[in-house]
């Protein structure tokens, strides 16, 4: 099993800037893939950021150039820094992670409880 803890979401002034972290923990052998997703009240979960365990990255348009995602692989944590936030970008913030547990190939996807990043003035 594995267990990500995020941190970071709160409340912030429209042009702001947030820093969101999510650790993994658990009998990890390695984790391929980390990312975070958002929720928006009445709407569907989607993509915000991915990085690999290579430090490939890949961004949602709408934060391209705005958001950063980065990893720290040696404490399985998986960073956001968020700036120039909008009111739009308003959601409950997942951490995801596709973590394996031997040296196999099968991968295992979980996922945080989720952080509430709010953007208003």
């Known amino acids: 099993q594995v267990q990500l803890a995020e941190s970071g979401g709160g409340l912030v002034q429209p042009g702001g800037s947030l820093r969101l972290s999510c650790a993994a923990s658990?009998?990890?052998?390695?984790?391929?893939?980390m990312g975070w997703y958002r929720q928006a009240p009445g709407k569907q979960r989607e993509l915000v950021a991915t990085?690999?365990?290579?430090?490939?990255?890949n961004y949602a348009d709408s934060v391209k150039g705005r958001f950063t995602i980065s990893r720290d692989n040696a404490k399985n944590t998986v960073f956001l820094q968020m700036n120039s936030l909008k009111p739009e970008d308003t959601a409950a913030y997942y951490c995801?992670?596709?973590?394996?547990?031997?040296?196999?190939?099968?991968?295992?996807?979980?996922w945080g409880q989720g952080t509430q990043v709010t953007v208003s003035s």
């Open positions: 995801n992670a596709h973590a394996r547990f031997g040296p196999a190939p099968d991968t295992y996807i979980y």
């Open positions: 658990g009998s990890i052998f390695s984790i391929d893939v």
């Open positions: 990085i690999t365990s290579g430090a490939g990255t």
